[in-house]
Each structure stands twice: as structure tokens, then as C-alpha cells.
């Protein structure tokens, strides 16, 4: 895939060989979560090597299904169907090894994405500097040697460092079932959640409140992008309690599973509120696939905060795997965005 990108950035504009080169990308870019996550199914069930293989044959049939089936000129309902089924295999990397398995605890599943999540942004850090020196360098060569270097090479640079670096420093870092044990939760991670992200949530809980008592008592209908507001603090919400689950049951920090209660309860009026605002958008201008996605995830919001009210946040794999489950059925079939 990286070298593909690098062979289109080489294309002069009047020899490029079309939508051909970009399905490729976007073929290969789906094979790299696709064969992470079937790698780690073979390992949680403890399957040797040649049985590992054969199981990367599903990925393999799927990708050349999925190539089969885009046009061949830029279509909008190819680029969706990628991105949707980019998120749902990039969200099966995170409950891939804990599929069928009944021995592996909720913690289990926290440290590995923990893991796995810190590996991420350690990667992309380690990516960042690189590109930056390397491409300072080209730089330097350019203009004090004046060797001419051609624009196009920072591109490829950066497809090559991102594509074969990254990748490979990522996987390196993913762990393998033995390694998944209960470890201390990390302190620049407690610090970060508690200080900063949890008061960012409780600012955005306030002013969609504010906003909220703003329609009652003038009576005015919700602006429309509003829906996308408690969209994106329902999300940021959540993700905190995620980044911070361990500390949900502690007997020390007893807040946290106060404020995760309280969060899912504050949730309500504000999933009333984005129906509301989304409902009147669509009665005003018709429903279009922006829209269907804030239906979806209104009601995929409405379910979870439900669930966690009444489990008192105990299953987190409900939220990847719901996540995983709807991306993919929102992209394919009559029900679906495009349609």
C-alpha cells in the first residue's frame, strides 16, 4: 500500500493510470487491521503457524472480494464503504483476541487496549520526529548543496516512513496473550483523564445543559448542529471512562464510579435533545447519509447509556464491538447509508 501511494505521488498529472492505483491503497490499507486481527485470533486459540495461515486466508478472500467490487472511477459510495469498513476492522483489532474466549477478564481486555492504545501514540511520536528530521535533512541538501531535490520525494518520504516505519515499530509493540496480565495503571494516564479530560466533559455537560434550559423556557427548536455537539461530548465521555476503567471499581478513588454513574444518567436529556434536533432537521430538509449516521449513532447512544445504567458500566468489549457491528452493517445492503 505505501508503495503504491509512492508510485502515484510519481505520476506526472497526464500519465496517471487512474482509480486503479487508489483501489489498490485502499485494498491494502484494509488488509493491515484485517491480518492483525485474525494473527491475534490465532493466537489467543493457540493455533500453530500452518493453522494461523490457513486463517489468514478469510482476510485474503475478503480483500479480493472487496477490490472486485470497486468501480473503476472515483465513487462516492466506494470511499464510504472504506472509511465504515476501516473503522469496523480497526475497532476488531481491539476485541480480536477475546472473541469466543470465557477465560479472559474485562481487565485483560482493558490492558490490552491500553497497550495497544499508548503503543499508537507512541508510534505516531516516533514517526513525527522522524519524518521531521529526515525531511529537514532533504531540505538542508536541497538548499545548501542544491541538488534540486523534487517536491514530490517529501511526499513519498512521508508514505514510507508512515506505511513501513510506523507500521512495523506498531506491531512490535501489540501483545500476545501471555503478555496480557494485570499491571499498574500507568500515572501520566490517571493524571490526564482525571485533570483534563473529565473537567473539558463536565464544561460541555454545563453549557449543552445551559442550552438545553435556553429551549425549554424561550421555546425555540435546536440549531442543527447541536446533534453533533452531544455527539462528540457523548463520545469523549465514554472514552474517558474507558481510559480510566480500572479505577471504577477502586476503593481509594470512590468518585469515579460516582461520576460514571452520574455521566450516563446526564446522558438522557441530551440524547432527547439530539432526536429532537436531528428530527427537525430532517422533517426541514430531508434525510441524507450525514443525517442517517447521527440516527444511528442517536440510537446507538440511547442503547448504551441504557445498558450501562443498568449494568453499572461493567462489559466495556459491548462498546467496540457494538461499534464494529454497526459500521459494518450501516455500509452494505438495502439498509444501509447509501441506499
Known amino acids: 500500500g505505501s508503495f503504491t501511494l509512492i508510485r502515484i505521488i510519481d505520476f506526472a498529472p497526464n500519465d496517471y493510470q487512474g482509480q486503479f492505483l487508489w483501489n489498490l491503497v485502499m485494498t491494502f490499507s484494509l488488509g493491515l487491521p484485517l491480518f492483525i486481527s485474525f494473527s491475534l485470533i490465532a493466537e489467543s486459540k493457540g493455533m500453530k503457524k500452518a493453522k494461523g495461515y490457513l486463517l489468514q486466508l478469510i482476510p485474503v478472500a475478503f480483500l479480493i472480494v472487496f477490490f472486485l467490487t470497486l468501480s473503476d472511477q472515483t465513487d462516492f459510495y466506494d470511499i464510504g464503504r472504506y472509511i465504515l469498513l476501516s473503522i469496523a476492522f480497526h475497532l476488531l483489532v481491539s476485541f480480536a483476541p477475546f472473541i469466543f474466549t470465557k477465560d479472559k477478564s474485562q481487565l485483560d481486555f482493558w490492558n490490552f487496549n491500553q497497550t495497544v492504545f499508548l503503543r499508537f501514540i507512541l508510534s505516531g511520536l516516533y514517526t513525527f520526529v522522524l519524518y521531521g528530521g529526515l525531511a529537514i535533512a532533504l531540505l538542508s541538501f536541497d538548499k545548501l548543496f542544491e541538488m534540486n531535490i523534487d517536491g514530490k520525494r517529501y511526499g513519498q518520504l512521508l508514505f514510507f516512513i508512515v506505511g513501513i516505519f510506523n507500521t512495523w515499530f506498531f506491531c512490535s509493540g ?4 501471555e503478555d496480557m496480565k494485570s499491571e499498574a495503571f500507568p500515572k501520566g494516564l490517571k493524571i490526564f483523564t482525571q485533570y483534563v479530560l473529565l473537567p473539558i466533559i463536565v464544561i ?8 438545553l434550559f ?27 471512562l474507558l481510559l480510566i476503567y480500572p479505577l471504577v471499581e477502586s476503593k481509594e478513588i470512590k468518585w469515579v464510579k460516582i461520576f460514571s454513574r452520574i455521566f450516563f444518567i446526564s446522558l438522557i436529556p441530551q440524547i432527547v435533545l439530539l432526536f429532537l434536533a436531528i428530527t427537525v432537521r430532517t422533517s426541514d430538509y430531508g434525510i441524507t447519509e450525514r443525517r442517517y449516521y447521527v440516527f444511528v449513532l442517536a440510537f446507538w447512544l440511547s442503547i448504551t447509556t441504557l445498558y450501562y445504567i443498568i449494568t453499572n458500566f461493567k462489559n466495556i468489549k459491548y462498546i467496540p464491538i457494538s461499534l464494529s457491528i454497526i459500521a459494518v452493517l450501516t455500509s452494505v445492503g438495502p439498509w444501509s447509508a447509501f441506499n
Open 174 to 177: 501489540v501483545p500476545k496473550p
Open 214 to 240: 435556553k429551549i425549554i423556557f424561550s421555546w425555540n427548536l435546536p440549531v442543527g448542529w447541536v446533534s453533533y455537539l452531544v455527539i462528540g461530548f457523548s463520545t469523549a465521555g465514554i472514552f474517558s
Open 204 to 211: 460541555y455537560v454545563l453549557i449543552l445543559y445551559l442550552y
